[in-house]
C-alpha cells in the first residue's frame, strides 16, 4: 500500500513540474502559413456545401418514396373497395339468379300440375 502511495504522491510532483513551466511565445505566422489556413478554410466551407447538397438530396428522394408509398396505399385502398363493391354485385347476381331459377323451377311444377 506505502508503494502505491509513494508512487502517486510521485506523479503528483512530477505533473506539478511541468503544469508551473512558462507558455512558449506565441509564433508569428508567415503569408505561407497564412495562405494554407485560408485554403484549408475555403476547403471546409466547400465540403460543407457539398455535405448540405447531398443532405438536400437525400431528402427529396426520401419525400419521393414516402409520396410513392402513399400512392401505392391508396391505390390498394381503391382496389380492395372496387373488389368488395364487385364481390357486393356477384352476389346479388347469384341471389337474383337462384330466385328466376326458384320461380322458373315452380312455374314448371304448377304447369305439370295442370
Known sequence: ?????ATLIAGLFATSVYAQTTATPATTMTPATKAEVKADKKAAK????EEKADVKADAKLEKKAAEANSDVAVAKADAAKKKAKAHKKATKAKVDAAADKAAAHADQKADAAK
Request: proline residues 0%; hydrophobic residues 55%.
Open 46 to 49: 466547400a465540403e460543407a456545401k
Open 1 to 5: 500500500m506505502s508503494k502505491i502511495v
